[in-house]
Structures are given as structure tokens and as C-alpha cells.
């Protein structure tokens, strides 16, 4: 957008006693952007999405959005071992679920490794390994049944979910979700007041050598859909879960309990690593999801040239003005904001004779303009709904007050961005108009030279 103001100088020429007139241009070439967030474009429209992200109100809940995932699992070299306590919680009598993602460095491993255990030999419950043959079984004390043990063998180069259950009347044993073994069972588990271990039993002997993930104790008996569920990476009901363990802080000496139950792991020895099964990374354990996305759209106006106008001699002073209108259309309900500013200082310029930025004496808008004999000067006001306050007037002065009186509060233009308009909320499809009002006047004691003088200013609209 150019901004054109013809002018005509009455040169006196002494010589001939008469009267040439010269005309000269006037200029200012706008340009017009939109930022929405962190997006630049010129003109037109531009649109964005923009997203949260919220800790999950729903354990292992998926965002459809893109998120950044934390996955690990802890390795175990065969004397090492998570020692989690003994909290109510975790002292279960009836039904009952124990889970973990176990991959073993060797099917034979002495003293039978545990890979879950509260109580050891005696009383409560554990999951481990045979020392021979890789199978892996549970033993609730108390129970008229002792072991249940899977069918086939775990293997040594992926992960297997090994997950036992009792209740029901029911011990079973399931492999990557399927059911491989199932005895007839009753009674209550004994209690025991020892700690809950990963990886050993109390911290001192039968220790598992590999990668163990995702263990889990539940106060119930997964379903068999659930414990498919499981395996599948997808949703399971948090329901009577009391011990969530997904080692996913990639560092440090402690693992947090995910079930909100408090029982936190101390690490002894085993050791972070990144070989995880696919399946605990899609449950999203590090608990994010995607919480609000909306699509925003941001358009700015681009007005016609403008001219400054009238012409005025060049020795006897004058004064030229116009106008443009920017338009800024958002269906943002934060609202927007709309700066202008110039590129050069001064911002009208031709060689030596540019016209000088309109300086307000106290550092705020003039209520009215003001130009010395000597001088010449290009400045602007502003009008229309939503004028910032800095524009706004009383009657008499300008940044206070509510009024947007027309042809008053004049200010200069920097090349520094200025906030002429502002809105809270959106204005889709109507949208709103800021008007900038452009004023250049010579003294009458102001000789400015015949030439092309050429603005260049930036309106931006920015949604917030």
C-alpha cells in the first residue's frame, strides 16, 4: 500500500519574475502481516492449531495429538533389587493379580529368580522363575493350591507379559495374554510384614537376571480380556490397583508407584535401560494426554493506496492527510492485537529533506497537532473500537479517558512496533476496523525540496 501526496512548490525565480511549479510525490508503501503464536505470513489468512497437555485424569490414557514419550525399563545383572516396603496396600488376603514384562538373559538360572515377591518361602505371595526349563509360575501361601506354573518358556531375545491371578475359586497363569495353566484354588493368602522385592527375594538371594517392565499387583483378578488387554498395550480398568511400577524415569535411584498408592522402589543395583516392549510405550506411561485443541484463524486487511492531500507550496507551508483502514477478522477468543511502525527514522523520507517524526512533548499523543514555522513533520492518530488507551482522550488530553475524538492524539512513528488496537475476544465474521490517520505539514518558514518522499510502515495483527 502506497500513500502518495502530490505536492506543488511555487519556486520563485528572481531573475524572470515569474511562477514554475514543480510537483512532488509523496509516498508510503505499507505492508501488512499476520503473527498467530509463532507464524509469520503476509497478508490474507492464516490459521494454527494449538494444544495442551495435562497430566492423564485416567492412568495410561492416549492423546490424538503428538506427545513426547518416556519409555524405559530396568536391568537386572543377577544381584540386583527394588525394595518397596510393606504397606497396607500391598498386605492382599483374597483375589489378587501379579504382572510383569520379563525379559531373561538365560532360561537357566539358579534358585528359581523371583521377579515379584512378598514374603519369600514361608508366607504371603511371589511370581518367578523355574531354575530350569524357563517356565514362570505364582504361589499364593495360604491357598489350598501351591504353584501354577506357564506351559511354555520364556524367550531369551523379546519381552514375555507374565500374568498370574487368583480368585474366583480359580490360580491362573497367563503368557503374552493367553491363559496357559489353571487350578482349582481357595482360601485367603497368609499375611506377612517382610517388604515387597523386584528381582530377588528380601534383597539377598534368588535374583533374576534381565530386563524386567511395567510390574503390577492388583487387589483383583483381571479378567481374561483384561489381562489381553494387557498385553495389547490397551486400556485396562485402574480399578483395585495398588502397585504400578513402569520404570520409566530413565535415571536416579528410585521408582515411582504410578497406582497412587505411595509404594515407591528403591533401586539397588539395576540399571535403567531403553529395551522396553513396544506395548508399555503406546500405554503412554509417562501419564500425558492431550487435553484442548481448537483451530484458530487470524486475517488482516490489505487497503487500497492512499494519498496525502491537499498540495501545498514548498516555501509557504502546508498541510497533507489521509487515511487507511485495517480490518483484522479472528475466531480466536483470546482476542488480537494490532501494532504499526515504521522502517526508517525518520519514517518520510527523501535525502536531506525528510520530514521529521511528529514528537509529542510529554512522551504520550498530542490532543491536537503541533507544528513549529521552521519545521516540517509526519505522524498519525488512530480511531476505532477497539483504540488502546494510549490513543483514547477526555476532551482535552489523550491517555485518559474513554473517548476516541477524530483528528486528535498524534504521536510519531518509530521502528519499534506501537500497539494502536486490542480485543479480548474474537470478532469472526464481522471483524473490526483500526483506522490510521496520516498527517504531513511544513511550516510556513519550511522549505522542503522537490522529490519523491517515501514511508514505509508495518501493520501486524497478532492473535493472542
Not at 513426547?68 to 488376603?93: M, P, Q, R, V, Y
Not at 495360604?142 to 507379559?161: A, I, Q
Request: aromatic fraction near 10%; proline fraction near 2%; glycine fraction near 12%.
Amino acid at each position: 500500500m502506497q500513500i502518495k501526496s502530490s505536492k506543488i512548490f511555487n519556486i520563485l525565480l528572481v531573475f524572470s519574475l515569474m511562477l514554475f511549479p514543480f510537483e512532488n510525490t509523496y509516498s508510503m508503501q505499507s505492508t501488512n502481516y499476520i503473527i498467530d503464536k509463532d507464524s509469520v505470513n503476509f497478508g490474507g489468512s492464516e490459521e494454527s492449531t494449538s494444544a495442551s497437555y495435562k497430566l492423564s485424569d485416567t492412568m495410561g490414557e492416549i492423546g490424538t495429538g503428538e506427545s513426547s514419550e518416556k519409555c524405559s525399563a530396568l536391568s537386572f545383572d543377577g544381584n540386583d533389587s527394588i525394595s518397596i516396603g510393606n504397606s497396607d496396600s500391598l498386605n492382599i488376603t483374597s483375589a489378587i493379580t501379579l504382572s510383569a514384562w520379563i525379559k531373561p538373559t538365560t532360561n537357566e538360572q539358579a534358585n528359581s529368580p523371583e521377579i515379584l515377591t512378598k514374603g519369600g518361602d514361608a508366607h504371603g505371595y511371589r511370581l518367578r522363575m523355574s531354575s530350569t526349563g524357563g517356565i514362570v509360575g505364582s504361589r499364593f501361601y495360604g491357598t489350598t493350591n501351591v504353584d501354577t506354573y506357564t506351559t511354555s518358556s520364556m524367550s531369551t531375545d523379546s519381552f514375555n507379559l507374565i500374568t498370574a491371578t487368583y480368585g474366583g475359586g480359580f490360580n491362573n497363569t497367563y503368557k503374552n495374554g493367553v491363559l496357559e495353566s489353571r487350578e482349582v484354588n481357595s482360601g485367603s493368602i497368609s499375611i506377612v510384614t517382610s517388604n515387597l522385592y523386584i528381582g530377588s527375594i528380601g534383597g539377598t538371594g534368588e535374583f533374576f537376571s534381565g530386563v524386567l517392565d511395567d510390574v503390577r499387583i492388583y487387589n483383583r483378578a483381571l479378567s481374561e480380556t483384561e489381562v489381553a488387554d494387557l498385553y495389547n498395550g490397551n486400556q485396562v480398568d485402574d480399578t483395585g490397583l495398588v502397585g504400578y511400577w513402569s520404570f520409566d524415569e530413565g535415571s536416579g535411584s528410585t521408582t515411582a508407584d504410578l497406582s497412587g498408592s505411595g509404594n515407591t522402589g528403591t533401586i539397588s543395583g539395576a540399571t535403567f535401560t531403553t529395551d522396553t516392549p513396544s506395548a508399555t510405550c503406546s500405554i503412554l506411561n509417562a501419564g500425558y494426554r492431550q487435553d484442548d485443541t481448537f483451530i484458530s484463524t487470524i486475517s488482516i486487511s490489505s487497503p487500497d493506496d492512499v494519498i496525502l492531500g491537499p498540495s501545498f507550496g514548498g516555501i509557504l507551508g502546508g498541510i497533507g492527510t489521509g487515511s487507511a483502514d485495517w480490518t483484522v477478522t479472528t475466531d480466536d477468543p483470546a482476542g488480537y492485537q494490532v501494532s504499526i511502525k515504521a522502517t526508517t527514522t525518520p519514517a518520510l523520507i527523501f535525502s536531506a529533506y525528510s520530514f521529521a517524526d511528529y514528537m509529542p512533548g510529554a512522551g504520550i499523543p498530542d490532543y491536537d497537532w503541533t507544528v513549529t514555522s521552521s519545521a516540517s513533520e509526519f505522524g498519525y492518530s488512530v480511531e476505532g473500537t477497539n483504540t488502546v488507551s494510549k490513543f483514547l482522550d477526555n476532551g482535552t488530553s489523550c491517555d485518559t479517558g474513554s473517548g476516541n475524538a477524530s483528528d486528535k492524539c498524534w504521536l510519531g512513528f518509530s521502528t519499534s512496533d506501537e500497539s494502536v488496537a486490542t480485543s479480548s475476544s474474537s470478532n469472526d465474521p464481522s471483524g473490526t476496523a483500526t483506522t490510521i490517520k496520516f498527517r504531513a505539514e511544513a511550516g510556513s518558514q519550511r522549505m522542503q525540496q522537490d522529490g519523491t518522499y517515501i514511508a514505509t510502515v508495518v501493520v501486524t495483527a497478532v492473535s493472542l
